[in-house]
């Protein structure tokens, strides 16, 4: 199947500070990439849905200034986590579809990344 | 609107035993089903999928049927292994949207 590259695979930053995700589709486009965050022994909770060459769509609750979603292209979508605080410390996951095929078809996942804010 | 309603776990099961995880969707149009499964530390695996009524998912000895009569889309093995300890997430596709269930946490002991 398709493969959704993401990294860094584990960051551990200070607070205050700022950190930016990757999301790569690695052999197919992906208009569209979703950002996910996910806490200990909970479901994926959906922060955004990232199109290519326009700006993401936030779900409600989740600060579009403090998580910033860029998607320059069809293959790499980034997440910047702004001014990050401990609260932030989470398990953020992407997932991308491909462009061909887009309708009712499966999603592909990153790896996660564990961000832990200190 | 579309959801998905999942057993809740934790499941603790021995080797070699039965597994069945419910699943439950509401959903307007045609939706695509999905199981996912995710093991400690990694992002989510699709593990098997139904794109319409009456199809059978499976893969790896795993098998969920899309029955749109009673809008489900249960997940079965016949007998679970140590390795298939792991979170395991029911989804729906429909349209540019997925939605999740709440995951199940399987553990097998051996």
């Known amino acids: 199947g398709a493969v959704v590259s993401q990294h860094p695979s584990r960051v551990i930053c200070k607070s205050g500070t700022s950190v930016k995700i990757e999301c790569r589709s690695l052999?197919?486009?992906?208009?569209?990439m979703f950002w996910y965050r996910q806490f200990p022994k909970q479901s994926l909770m959906l922060m955004a849905t990232s199109n290519e060459g326009s700006k993401a769509t936030y779900e409600q609750g989740v600060e579009k200034d403090k998580f910033l979603i860029n998607h320059a292209s069809l293959t790499l979508s980034t997440l910047t986590v702004t001014s990050a605080h401990p609260e932030d410390s989470s398990f953020y996951i992407c997932?991308?579809?491909?462009?061909?095929?887009?309708?009712?078809?499966?999603?592909?996942f990153g790896q996660g990344t564990r961000l832990t804010v200190v | 609107g579309n959801s998905v309603t999942q057993m809740e776990g934790p499941v603790t099961l021995s080797e070699e035993a039965f597994l069945t995880i419910n699943c439950t969707y509401t959903a307007t149009g045609y939706p695509s089903l999905f199981w996912y499964v995710q093991y400690p530390g990694e992002g989510l695996q699709l593990l098997l999928k139904a794109t319409k009524a009456d199809d059978k998912g499976s893969n790896k000895g795993f098998e969920a049927t899309y029955r749109k009569e009673t809008t489900s889309f249960h997940l079965e093995k016949g007998s679970v292994q140590v390795s298939d300890s792991a979170v395991y997430f029911c989804a729906l596709s429909t349209g540019n949207q997925f939605y999740f269930g709440t995951g199940t946490s399987l553990t097998v002991i051996p």
């Open positions: 052999d197919f486009q992906a208009t569209t």
């Open positions: 997932s991308a579809r491909e462009l061909a095929t887009f309708m009712n078809t499966e999603a592909f």
